[in-house]
């Protein structure tokens, strides 16, 4: 049967100060209305019954993550991040004692999708060729720009239709190489996206990662997995399964997509001002251009001839920082925690 | 008997958010711990009873005057704003049907003084000086800098000490000029404050602006207040009086001054943190340089890899704006009062 796992573990420090630890990104309404992690439930729906979603998430976010989706199938709560190597070894794990013949879609909780029904067409099939073949899938967006902040995979042989065999993981290029990957066709954005069987991915973690399923097979409670999690390699499946495999298949993902990376990618996807700036709240903007401008109900945010400025308000916190900054918030977050008296706004 | 006449009807638009209509810039703590009125009362204590203290105000502000101010003598209300002159002319014929003989300073509420001791030398020579003479006496003061912002008083023939008469009001000069009427010595900053008797300012309206206190002499009760005011021309009282008058006297201040017009201005009184941001409130700072930042009590003010930036957060509104466009807030509270949804945060 189709089941689905959702990555949901991160801690969203890039979009400080709405995103918290207790409520990060993929739980909050980011990009769209509803959040995140239930536009992701929304998305998969046709494809997975609820009954058989798994969240994966970690024990500060386990409360809220049950509010949001009050009829999830289950949610595995982390006691600590481990990349997503364990996530995945542990819903696997998980997922197959229950239904042997388990198919899995795997995907992050806090990526936007720009067309839904084009989304749905590639996982349907790619669970499909999972069910069939003992392949590990991967979803490789076909690259809408030379976009420098993605790692890319490029492809080998085709198989058939929107499947390649995998030929390697690339890191994020510089501009000139990201340039040459898009012309060349042959490269697609690693989107962390991941289709495969329960027996498959097993396999693999038996024959590459044979230590650290070893250990999660030991997990039968609470007490065993606080004592067995902390332990276990902080890797990500990329690196621990996906590049060392011999089986892996890219499924071409012709969607629009963005993994929301931080505020200044919100820009992209919020409703923009005449002068370019991209607006949430109640705003007000006197000779402000290109400016990502985000308030609360009840506070006005005022914005005078500033460019390319990011200012986030809520209720007990604002940032301010220049766009290409945005990746830096997190230097904000540790800041914070780092003083007793300010730990509070984390 | 000596009285002192506290002008305290400004709007104070430039130190939006912070101030407000009902509650604008002097009746705030700008700069200091007590609110810029309270400082300037406390500064005259010792010259002047606090029975013979006139605050002029507007009618939305004196509530809260009397708040801040509950043993003040006297608090005229003007309906409507008329700048300075008819200010002078309203308190200086109130003044004198009560004391005929009064001598009067006349201050603005919302001036920062950097050393109490000499502005009290100063003022009370000048109170001495125009119980004896009928002399009109405006403090200029000694400049400490070229500064562009401010008016300059050319003196003419020295008198005694401190005093000179005056030669010329000049405009807010540039660069260059201000340079000049620094390295001359001859000229003072205009900075709004005066010391006459009533006798010798009552003569020099009844000369020069002898509708405007035939007016204001009729002012008898609320309601012919309410019928004259609006009526009266919106006029300085260097305008109208001092640069036409022949019997002006500069009184050299010796003591730092600073009209702290706007927020570029309150960070030469704000305590730096080491990288040269003027900070108040709770507030972090990741490589921020050169910043004006205010957040409130249970609210911290994140600033990131900017700088010359001013961020003042309040309740309701936060302000983003460059030092350097920090005269251009009151654009932002122009557009807030042309917006029926936004005009409550005015």
Chains 1, 2 share one sequence.
Request: hydrophobic fraction near 45%; charged fraction near 25%; glycine fraction near 6%.
């Amino acid at each position: 049967m189709n089941w689905a796992v959702i990555m949901a573990g991160g801690s969203g420090e890039r979009f400080w100060p709405l995103s918290r630890r207790a409520q990060p990104k993929q739980l909050q309404a980011i990009v769209g209305r509803s959040t995140m992690i239930q536009e992701t439930v929304a998305r998969l729906r046709p494809l997975v019954p609820k009954s058989r979603m798994v969240v994966v998430t970690n024990t500060v976010q386990v409360r809220e993550v049950r509010r949001q989706l009050p009829d999830i199938g289950s949610v595995l709560a982390e006691p600590v991040g481990r990349n997503t190597a364990p996530c995945v070894a542990w819903a696997a794990t998980w997922i197959s004692r229950r239904d042997a013949n388990a198919v899995m879609a795997v995907v992050p909780a806090d990526s936007w999708i720009g067309d839904v029904a084009r989304y749905r067409r590639v996982v349907r099939e790619a669970l499909q060729l999972a069910a069939r073949e003992p392949v590990l899938i991967t979803v490789g967006i076909a690259p809408q720009s030379p976009h420098t902040g993605y790692g890319y995979i490029e492809v080998g042989a085709p198989l058939r239709g929107r499947f390649y065999r995998a030929a390697r993981f690339v890191e994020k290029p510089d501009r000139a190489t990201a340039e040459e990957y898009v012309a060349s066709g042959r490269y697609r954005w690693n989107a962390g996206m991941f289709v495969w069987s329960a027996k498959t991915i097993l396999a693999a973690f038996e024959r590459h990662q044979p230590q650290m399923l070893a250990a999660i097979q030991r997990i039968r409670d609470g007490r065993s997995l606080r004592r067995i999690y902390p332990k276990l390699e902080k890797i990500s499946v990329d690196y621990a399964i996906m590049e060392k495999a011999d089986n892996v298949v890219v499924a071409t993902g012709d969607f629009p997509w963005d993994d929301v990376g931080d505020w200044a990618a919100v820009a992209r996807h919020w409703p923009r001002d005449d002068t370019g700036n991209a607006v949430r709240g109640e705003v007000v903007t006197v000779g402000a251009q290109d400016c990502v401008l985000m308030s609360q109900p009840g506070h006005v945010v005022a914005a005078l001839g500033v460019s390319g400025l990011v200012v986030v308000h809520t209720k007990d916190a604002t940032l301010v920082c220049r766009k290409e900054d945005s990746q830096r918030v997190r230097e904000v977050v540790q800041r914070l925690a780092s003083d007793r008296r300010k730990i509070r706004y984390v």
